[in-house]
């Protein structure tokens, strides 16, 4: 849609205010709105002004101003708000030089896209991420210096069979890792997911299913049909924001946190990528799993770079409490084909060569879909590159083996800090094209450890008390 088209669309739908979303370095929407005598043609060429020291892992306070330009091919309706209001996405630029900004993850995707087309090797690269996340009837958290707790609460829940409930516990909790595909009563979502999918429709996400997933307590799943890089991590914005949009209209709360219970499953985002050139798909062919020997060497990237990755698919602290053995977290840096418990799985459902594709497990929701769909194809194609060999399948239940079993096997790192030590060491192929830049990574290794690393470090867990308080 050109910018002509993209005003002639709020026209045409009563817009009374343009509503511009943009993304934080850390993966978070930012919006701000202009009312309909702002919203011409020239705004798609001079773009509109703001603060950028106000914005995480931005610029600093003597170098603020910025600039956001709505993209006119993002125009929507926002399916939220109470009067009719037209949504875009924003790209950053620096207001004197009219560079974009090296620092906007929408901008280091563009690059990622724009790389592999210099590179010969493909014109588009396909994402199909799979987010999980929770709804809850109730939330509470909070931290000072004297104390430290959250509760969760959910109707579902297993630890709910012997409650009195106001208008009578009626049963059908789910038990811990029984929450895959029951049908209702037990499944308490069915509705609140449609509804979801029906708005996703709304900003043209194309939904394939939805379902509950594995744990107790209202983990849930829908599924997104693949898309080239950029428009998949657009989806995945509005995704989120729909989602948690949807559960609150309902009094609940969704969250996309990797590990908020203990003793069940966590929240993953197991990504599908895979590469096409002039129509045709790459990564179909006749060896393993009916794969190309492009398609191996780009697994092979993959799981060489995955402990550098980490710092982008699986961002947070919280990230590596999903990362353990024993709850279908992939840990251990193997491939396979149907088996969900390798890093990288090859799915079997078809043979047709258009499905040819390769599952990477181990990110997570709380990812920057920009940066870490970026970053996983900057790894595939430095594989492709270098003809990095992926080694044998890994043809087991992962999850069985003994350590003696997989002392030759990698692992993902054990926690944030070890996957920014990774980084450090391991990512001259996000360098490559520009993609990424030294300033990129270094604020983003330098971010992570000042504003959740250390303050984690500070403050004692409440599980410490249990295990030292009479010691």
């Known amino acids: 849609m050109t910018p002509k088209e993209a005003v002639a669309y709020a026209k045409k739908h009563n817009a009374v205010m343009c509503d511009i979303k943009f993304m934080d370095f850390l993966g ?12 011409t043609e020239d705004l798609f060429e001079e773009g509109s002004g703001f603060d950028g020291s106000s914005i995480r892992g931005w610029q600093p306070i003597h170098a603020s101003d910025m600039l956001v330009v709505p993209d006119a091919t993002t125009v929507t309706m926002d399916p939220f708000t109470e009067e009719p209001t037209v949504s875009l996405l924003g790209d950053i630029m620096d207001p004197i030089t009219k560079e974009t900004y090296s620092r906007d993850p929408r901008n280091i995707a563009k690059k990622a896209e724009a790389y592999l087309r210099s590179s010969g090797i493909g014109d588009i690269a396909y994402f199909g991420p799979e987010p999980e996340f929770f709804v809850f009837n109730d939330i509470r958290y909070d931290t000072d210096q004297q104390h430290s707790f959250f509760f969760i609460d959910s109707r579902e829940a297993r630890w709910n069979t012997g409650r009195d409930e106001i208008d009578g516990n009626l049963g059908y909790k789910i038990r811990n890792k029984e929450g895959y595909f029951p049908v209702a009563p037990t499944d308490t979502l069915q509705d609140i997911r449609t509804e979801m999918c029906r708005t996703m429709e709304q900003v043209n996400i194309i939904v394939e299913k939805h379902h509950h997933e594995v744990a107790t307590a ?35 709360s969704a969250t996309f946190m990797p590990k908020p219970l203990f003793g069940d499953n966590g929240t993953g985002m197991h990504v599908h990528q895979s590469i096409w050139k002039a129509g045709k798909p790459l990564f179909a062919g006749d060896g ?63 043979p047709s060569p258009k499905a040819k594709r390769i599952e990477v497990r181990f990110p997570d929701p709380m990812a920057n879909g920009y940066i870490a769909f970026s970053a996983m194809l900057m790894a595939g194609l430095d594989g492709i590159q270098k003809k990095i060999d992926p080694k044998l399948p890994l043809d087991k239940d992962i999850y069985a083996l003994t350590p003696e079993e997989l002392k030759d096997v990698p692992s993902m790192p054990g926690s944030l800090d070890d996957a920014l ?51």
């Open 28 to 39: 978070t929407w930012q919006h701000f709105s202009i009312p309909m005598g702002e919203y």
């Open 218 to 252: 209202g983990q849930c799943e829908i599924d997104m049909r693949f898309a080239p890089l950029v428009q998949m991590a657009d989806w995945l914005q509005w995704y989120k924001y729909i989602v948690k949009n949807v559960a609150r209209r309902h009094g609940m």
């Open 288 to 350: 393993y799993g009916g794969m190309s020997e492009m398609a191996m060497h780009y697994i092979g990237g993959i799981l060489k770079h995955a402990p550098a990755l980490a710092a982008f698919t699986n961002p947070t602290v919280n990230s590596y409490r999903r990362l353990v053995p024993g709850f279908e977290a992939p840990v251990n840096l193997a491939y396979s084909s149907r088996n969900r418990s390798a890093a990288v799985r090859i799915p079997m459902y078809s």
């Open 421 to 471: 030590r990774n980084l450090e060491k391991d990512h001259e192929f996000l360098l490559a094209g520009d993609v990424f830049t030294d300033d990129v990574i270094e604020t983003w290794i330098d971010y992570k450890r000042s504003n959740e690393i250390a303050p984690m470090r500070l403050r004692p867990h409440p599980y410490e008390f249990a295990m030292y308080y009479d010691g």
